[in-house]
């Protein structure tokens, strides 16, 4: 199937690497590195699938352009001046003083155009033919972009002149666009991961054959452990009677589906959904042999750090698991016996390619692997294939994303072979949005679904009080604290929760003094202080917290009764998730207060669940019955209505999804799966932090004594340290090094969202992506962000 180089003119005497590299040789280890990554993967079957999905009759050819896009991604590196500028061959020393581009992926993607053009000269039909040459343009599109980006396909098209004449044929093309879509972002992560491995095996030495990969062997070890583990809670009883029920449900639903691909679990707030889904996971591994990692997503670093707790308490060292995120350092082992600097490679390598049997990331990673366009992107999406994923709280995301979300899952999971686990207690069936429902499955019938969430155990384990949204007046604090006199004295652990932080901060001003043990929480808190609070909420005394939503998912807390200001049913259900959490509390009522005092669309603007709330006797029932699907009915309904509209023309906003899906524009579906949109500013604070006060918090254990000042944690040391890093010789220890202090810069950063349309006013110096600010006015005395004395400063402009 490979072409041979010498009809490119190719030999020993074309150098791919300094010193003595020869292009022969790079393009066979690439293609080693390739092989060894379809046959490990199982991804033979995969490609020709995604190929016979495009063309049947052609797919033959089709995988032959595939494979050979890889291998001939650097053919370019004929080129004279590239041998005599960048390789310094002297072979080619009258090129020296040459003023022409020593570029050679624009050239690499030529000489892959003509080669192949050649090949299909003789077809006679005029729309195959056509077909053929999008595609070969379209592979050769990746070849161009492997030292950059994939950005917009039509503009490689129209700088040449040869392809202008095919674009205008692309809506006659016969094509499934979204599997051709796929097939390209695969053919570019296998190109620039191969050419990675290849070119970091000639610089270092270093040869990969282990890509994180669960054995056959290690998928029944690892299903033994976890039955055992499961051994340790006894003969269920009560509330783990019910969990255990609903996990047998879950595997039964499960085994009668393995040809399916997205499989719902939605089950009631302290049902065990952690533990549900890990053992769904593993039946999968051990029931489908193909399958071979897996990827556990959350929309929160809170629920990250919390999974993977779960994880090391089952596990112990039998799983090699990895936290990908931007505040995870990366695992280097420093005791190893080989060179330091080896070590070093090895470590950013199995972070740049998830080289872990299990990764735990967030929706933000896994959509950068999705759609984005960089390399670094694009590195790890063939790792997806034939993997488990599991989607965590899914109604978090961007809910004017749940259509496009859903079309992409559904043929990723189909064309990659990918079996994805959807679960939360509050879930949208974003399958409403497909014509085609068949690849997804409830692993909970409806009469069982019904049977779990009206169980007394679950239903009946927080009370609801409407009280507060009934009174004739529009609330204030002041009430809400003539409320909290009242009760007091009959609950612990009490949880107020505000949807405007500002608010929060008020209230929680007006009751510290008068009340014991009052706590603040929001997203301008650290998290070291964070877990101090949950930590205190664990021991056995009186105590008040006073948050904003991010209370709602990912914290580990168990509180008497909650007051919350209404907001949005999902989150009012994550909220009650917070009451009772171990269902031990009955004898003392726990109960949730609502009451809605902040204008809820400024916080949710746009969001399509508004309107949809508490103050309707219809939307108080279904929170009390758990009857989510009815609630989304209509959410799903209004984003499809709005999807629909027209808005450019004769165009709707789905109709110009589907135009740039068919047209290959990669950088307008990235811009358009981006979950959060709004311009972010990381500012950095150089103050201190008292450690001696956050006993128990891990983070703050074993902190190098650089980093101190009289005992306290040092901004100012840790920012200096930064800065120093950036004065490393090496690119990759200079990241893995970095990577080891972001764990430290994540409790002096806070991040502010550009707001207005104006000039941007003086926020600080920036400092590779930070803004330093030394003006430690805007730090409370409890290490809080003042972002509303922030905000006067700064004329508004930020939120």
Not at 78 to 88: E, V, W
Not at 174 to 191: C, D, G, Q, V
Not at 268 to 297: D, H, M, Q, R, V
């Amino acid at each position: 199937m490979l072409v041979n180089l010498e009809e490119f003119g190719i030999d020993e005497g074309f150098l791919a690497h300094t010193p003595s590299e020869t292009l022969p040789e790079h393009s066979n280890l690439t293609n080693q590195y390739l092989t060894k990554i379809i046959t490990v993967k199982s991804l033979d079957m995969i490609i020709d699938n995604l190929v016979f999905s495009i063309d049947e009759t052609y797919s033959a050819f089709i995988k032959k352009l595939f494979i050979n896009a890889i291998y001939l991604h650097d053919i370019g590196k004929t080129n004279p001046c590239f041998q005599s500028h960048k390789m310094k061959n002297k072979k080619f020393d009258e090129y020296i003083d040459s003023t022409n581009s020593s570029n050679h992926s624009k050239l690499s993607a030529t000489l892959y155009i003509e080669y192949f053009l050649k090949e299909i000269e003789s077809i006679k039909n005029r729309k195959i033919k056509v077909k053929l040459q999008f595609i070969i343009y379209s592979f050769a599109y990746q070849i161009s972009k492997h030292h950059g980006k994939i950005t917009t396909f039509e503009n490689f098209c129209q700088d040449d002149t040869v392809v202008k004449s095919y674009w205008k044929h692309i809506q006659k093309l016969e094509m499934k666009h979204f599997e051709f879509y796929i097939l390209n972002k695969l053919l570019f992560s296998l190109m620039i991961s191969s050419d990675y491995y290849a070119t970091t095996e000639y610089m270092t030495d270093i040869k990969f054959d282990n890509f994180g990969l669960i054995s056959p062997k290690k998928k029944a070890t690892l299903k033994n452990i976890f039955n055992s583990y499961l051994t340790k809670f006894g003969e269920p009883k009560g509330i783990n009677k019910l969990r255990d029920e609903l996990s047998n449900e879950t595997t039964k639903n499960l085994l009668k589906n393995l040809d399916k691909n997205i499989f719902y679990l939605e089950a009631p707030t302290g049902s065990g959904k952690t533990l549900s889904s890990i053992n769904l996971a593993l039946e999968l591994l051990n029931n489908k042999k193909e399958l071979n990692k897996i990827f556990y997503i959350f929309p929160f670093n809170t629920l990250v750090e919390q999974t993977k707790n779960v994880f090391d308490d089952i596990f112990k060292d039998d799983l090699d698991l990895e936290v990908i995120n931007s505040i995870s350092a990366i695992e280097v082992d420093e005791n190893t016996q080989e060179n330091i600097e080896t070590e070093y490679n090895k470590a950013y390598i199995n972070r740049l390619f998830f080289h872990k049997e299990v990764v735990l990331t967030t929706h933000i990673t896994l959509f950068n692997i999705l759609f984005g366009t960089s390399k670094e992107d694009n590195f790890p999406l063939w790792q997806l294939s034939n993997s488990v994923i599991i989607l965590d709280e899914i109604q978090s995301y961007n809910n004017h994303l749940w259509w496009y979300m859903v079309e992409f899952f559904d043929k990723y999971a189909q064309c990659l072979n990918i079996k994805i686990i959807i679960m939360s207690a509050t879930l949208p069936k974003l399958d409403y949005f497909l014509e085609k429902k068949d690849n997804f499955v409830d692993l909970i019938t409806k009469e069982k679904r019904d049977y779990f969430f009206e169980h007394t155990l679950f239903k009946d384990r927080v009370s609801v009080d409407y009280s507060l949204l009934e009174m004739k007046e529009k609330i204030t604090l002041e009430d809400l604290v003539l409320k909290l006199e009242e009760i007091e004295n009959n609950y612990q652990k009490i949880l107020f929760e505000f949807i405007s932080k500002k608010t929060a901060r008020e209230f929680f001003n007006l009751i510290k003094n008068d009340f014991e043990s009052v706590y603040e929480l929001s997203g301008d808190d650290n998290k070291a202080t964070r877990q101090f609070v949950i930590n205190e909420t664990k021991k056995d005394k009186n105590i008040i917290v006073v948050a904003t939503q991010v209370i709602e998912a990912g914290v580990d807390i168990d509180m008497d009764i909650g007051f919350k200001d209404i907001s949005v049913i999902d989150s009012e259900e994550q909220f009650m998730g917070r009451i009772n959490r171990s269902c031990k509390k009955n004898s003392i009522n726990p109960k949730v207060y609502f009451f809605d005092m902040d204008d809820v669309t400024k916080i949710y603007k746009g969001d399509n669940r508004l309107g949809y709330d508490l103050t309707q006797d219809r939307y108080q029932n279904i929170l009390e019955n758990k009857d989510f699907s009815s609630y989304y009915v209509n959410v799903l309904g209004d984003i499809k209505k709005c999807k629909k509209r027209f808005t450019s023309g004769l165009k709707t906003d789905y109709n110009n999804f589907e135009e740039d899906i068919k047209s290959l524009n990669y950088l307008a579906l990235s811009e358009t799966m981006t979950l959060i949109n709004s311009q972010t500013f990381t500012l950095y604070f150089p103050f201190k932090i008292d450690i001696s006060k956050y006993k128990g918090v891990k983070e703050f254990e074993d902190i190098d004594e650089l980093f101190k000042t009289d005992g306290l944690l040092d901004g100012q040391k840790v920012w200096n340290e930064f800065l120093e890093l950036n004065n490393i010789d090496g690119f990759i220890k200079r990241e893995v090094e970095k990577s080891k202090i972001n764990s430290l810069m994540q409790f002096f950063t806070f991040s502010i969202f550009k707001y207005f349309d104006k000039q941007r006013p003086y926020i600080g110096e920036e400092e590779y992506g930070f803004y330093f600010v030394d003006n430690l006015d805007f730090i409370t005395k409890d290490n809080k962000f003042d972002r509303e004395m922030y905000n006067d400063f700064v004329n508004g402009y930020f939120l």
